[in-house]
Antibody
């Protein structure tokens, strides 16, 4: 059973960089899936941030594209998110998820990690 | 910018039927948008219900069904149960990206 676990700082200063890692266990990150980041501000809906294939190909949300980098570390079986120039509007629960390429399904999710942007 | 719109809230009686819809700002939805539906309960990660418009994910009860109704995607719950009370999100694949709808809060009462 594939499991995903997010990790990273829970507090980031305004104008700083948010960095999170998602560790994948029980399966290979080099399988035929996309690996995605989704966030949810408190009391609000889901927002797709972007995703990466093990080849390194990425797709990003156009509204965040200028500030986002998603990368993959195959040797560590993990992928990462970097979001630059953060503001309070970036405060959210951040989820990592597996997207099965054959069905476009977000079928496995991490538990989510709360990141607060504040000084 | 692509916007996906859902009803903010709906209610259904136990045992009743309810249809949630998902609309695309730029036109009609079709099966080519790889539409998915997700259920989220408080404090939990979303759970996949429907993929590619009308296919049920593994373990999902058959009271959940997906379809296209006119220009919108739809999720129908037939014979609603108390534990179907949750937030429901659709997601569409468009221009090499994914857009979630704003979500529908479903109350079972």
């Amino acid at each position: 059973q594939v499991q995903l676990q997010e990790s990273g700082p829970g507090l980031v200063e305004p104008s700083g960089t948010l960095s999170l890692t998602c560790a994948v266990s029980g399966g290979s990150i080099s399988s035929s899936n996309w690996w995605a980041w989704v966030r949810q501000p408190p009391g609000r809906g889901l927002e797709w941030i972007g995703e990466i294939y093990h080849s390194g190909r990425t797709n990003y949300n156009p509204s965040l594209k200028s500030r986002v980098t998603i990368s993959v570390a195959k040797s560590k079986n993990q992928f990462s998110l970097r979001l630059n120039s953060v503001t309070a509007a970036d405060t959210a629960v951040y989820y990592c998820a597996r997207v099965v390429a054959a069905t476009d399904t977000f079928d496995m999710w991490g538990h989510g990690t709360m990141v607060t942007v504040s000084s | 910018q692509t916007v996906v719109t859902q009803e903010p809230s709906l209610s259904v009686s136990p045992g009743g039927t309810v249809t949630l819809t998902c609309a695309l700002s730029s036109g009609s939805l079709s099966t080519s948008y790889y539409i998915g539906w997700y259920q989220q309960t408080p404090g939990q990660a979303p759970r996949a219900l429907i993929y590619r418009t009308n296919s049920r994910s593994s373990g999902v009860p058959n009271r959940f069904s997906g379809s296209i109704l006119g220009s919108k995607a739809a999720l129908t719950i037939t014979g609603a149960q108390a534990d179907d009370e949750a937030d429901y999100y659709c997601v569409v694949y468009v221009n090499n990206g994914r857009v979630f709808g704003g979500g529908t809060k479903l109350t079972v009462l």
